[in-house]
Structure formats: C-alpha cells, structure tokens
C-alpha cells in the first residue's frame, strides 16, 4: 500500500491519500493545541500514544459490533481508515461534570451526572465549535433525525463499554469526544480515541490523565500520554471473565445472616434478605468465545465455587 498526496493537514493529524479506493492514512502528530488553536505546544510521542491506543480501542469496539472507520496501524503512528463523508456534528457523552460544562452551567469540577449526558458542537473550527441544539442540527441540515439518533446511541453504548473498559485499567472516564461520518449509506464511528480527545482520571489518586494536562499546565505530559498507552496495551490481549458467586437459597450463610442482624440494629429494618458471596475477575490468553466459556464453568465447578452450596454466574467479554 503507498502513501500519497496530502489531502488535508488539521491540528493534531495529517491526511494523506493511498492507492487503495477509499481509504487514506492517518499520521498523528506531537503539536497540541487548546482552547481553539490558541495555545500551541508539542508533547513528544503524543503522535504514537494517539494513533496505537485508538488501534486498540476503535479494533476492541470492531469486536462488539461497533462500525469505526479503522481498517488497521500502519507504524507507531499511522493508521489506515475508510475515508467517510463527515458529518459535522462532535458529540459528546460526559459522565462528570469538567471543562467547557463545569464552566457554562456552573457545576463544581467531578460532579457526577445522573446519568450520562449528550451534547452536540458543531463541527466548525471558524466558529469555534459552538454548542447546537437538535433544532439547530435539523435547521443546518447537518444530519437527518434517523442520523442524530442513531450517533446518540453508537456514543452512548461506547460510553457503556468503555467505563467499564477503562475501569479495569485504573481510569476513569468522565467524558469523551466522537465524531462520525458516512459510507455507502452506514454511519462509522470517525476521528480517533485518545487522551486528546477525553477524560481520564486515575481511579485511585484522582490525577488528571490526558490533554487537560496540557490545557492546564500542569507537566508531566509525555510521561502521562506513555502511562495511559502503558494501561491500554497491557491488558489488550485475552478475554476478560467475571465471576460472581453467591451462597444458593436456603443453604445457611452465616456471614450473611450476621450482616442481616447487624443492618436491622443499625436501622435499616427494610433489609430482609441478605446473602454474602465473592467477586472473581480472570483473564485468558490465547483462549476464545464458546470454548472459553465452557473452560471457565469447568473452573468455577472444579475449584472456584462449591456447586453444592453456591450458585456462579459469570461474563465473558474480549
Ligand atoms: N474535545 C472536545 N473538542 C475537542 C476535544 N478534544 C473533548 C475534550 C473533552 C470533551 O471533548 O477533550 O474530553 C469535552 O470537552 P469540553 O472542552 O467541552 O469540556
Ligand atoms: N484541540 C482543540 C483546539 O485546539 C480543542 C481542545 O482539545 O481543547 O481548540
């Protein structure tokens, strides 16, 4: 596959043409920029991070039937894409309150939102970006109802995948950025996914772990872009299995009974049931869908639970 012309050159991406019909190539680069181009800096291997985590995370929304415009890396910073028609929309889910939200509404920085919140810029960089509504959407013509809809559910099932994905690499994900395009009549999740374009919180110390670092002057830059690539890699490969066990009904649970006595003594007489039982989390290398399955029922049935008096459930998720 040969690298062509240059089409387009944006803030943090290059585009260039490829003699395959219909796809072209991303190359990420270090420049940084804020505030609508205003503040400009470079973070050194920013490209790389950018360009391999969205490999790992746009391939990981591939396997659960999420449409993305990636086909696959080309090096440490290049990825090859379908080339789409962009819709001018940047959607964004926000599971906390920060940034451009906190300041306009006048929430306190990390307040949790009741439940994840969409809004919609529009895609215009000679604008700024403005905040539109779904009237202003339909006036502008930037995307027909069944569209808007469909965008709003792809990002919120990918906030739905990815907080949990996230989680399990010590981060939180407070909000994200996604923009979208069209081929052959099929919407596809376009851009990329990297720390440029979220939030990510370390779920223990609470450190900011992406571009607000940058926003907001507050060093270690490339060390935060090569930690959050680090998390991201390290669990890449295998399947990750979930495994709850919990005491069957009727068979005594004394742990759970002592718990029972106690919650009444301290008030909460609602409670009239309670049973205690243990979370199990795995994961298998080289190991894959149904065959997995049934290894890790032979686990929980062998060693992990006793059949006789616990109940398992478990998910398996790649
Ligand atoms: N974003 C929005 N426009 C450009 C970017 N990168 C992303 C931010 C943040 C989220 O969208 O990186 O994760 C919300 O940004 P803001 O500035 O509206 O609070
Ligand atoms: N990259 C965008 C800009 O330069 C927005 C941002 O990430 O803050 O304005």
């Given amino acids: 596959m040969e690298k062509k012309e240059l089409i387009y050159e944006g803030k943090a991406k290059k ?13 990420f680069k270090d420049d940084a920029t804020a505030f609508d181009g205003k503040k400009k800096g470079r973070i050194a291997g920013k490209g790389n991070t950018n360009a391999q985590m969205s490999d790992i995370i ?3 929304l591939e396997r659960l039937g999420i449409r993305t ?3 696959k890396l080309l090096c440490d910073n290049e990825i090859l894409t379908w080339h789409l028609d ?5 959607l964004t889910v926000r599971n906390y309150a920060a940034g451009s939200l906190a300041k306009r509404l006048g929430y306190e920085e990390r307040t949790q939102m009741s439940e994840p919140l969409v809004e919609y810029y529009y895609k215009s960089d000679d604008l700024g970006d403005p905040l539109i509504s779904e009237e202003h959407i339909h006036e502008l013509d930037l995307a027909s109802e069944e569209q808007l809809q ?10 739905d995948v990815l907080i949990p994905y996230f989680q399990a690499r010590g981060l939180i994900l407070a909000d994200f950025k996604m923009e979208f395009g069209v081929r052959e009549g099929q919407i596809y999740v376009a851009d990329e996914f990297s720390p440029d374009i979220c939030r990510l919180w370390d779920a223990e110390s609470g450190e900011i772990m992406d571009k607000d670092r940058f926003r907001r002057d507050l ?5 935060t872009y090569a930690e959050v690539l680090r998390r991201v890699k390290e669990e890449e490969h295998g399947l ?3 495994i709850y066990i919990s005491p069957k009904k009727g068979v005594l649970d004394p ?3 002592a718990a029972l006595g106690a919650l009444k003594t301290l008030g909460f007489e609602e409670v009239a049931d309670v049973r205690i039982g243990k979370y199990i989390t795995l994961r298998l290398e080289g190991a894959d869908g149904e065959k997995a399955r049934e290894r890790v029922k032979d686990m929980c049935e062998k060693l992990l639970a006793n059949p006789i008096i616990e109940d398992f459930r478990f998910d398996v998720l790649d």
């Fill in 150 to 159: 469909e965008i709003t559910e792809i990002a919120l099932r990918v906030n």
């Fill in 86 to 90: 962009m819709i001018l929309i940047e």
């Fill in 69 to 71: 415009h990636h086909v």
């Fill in 58 to 60: 746009f391939r990981y």
């Fill in 240 to 242: 990750q299995v979930s």
């Fill in 219 to 223: 060093g270690k830059l490339e060390e």
């Fill in 255 to 257: 742990q759970g009974q």
């Fill in 15 to 27: 585009i260039y043409a490829t003699d395959q019909p219909g796809q072209i190539i991303h190359e």
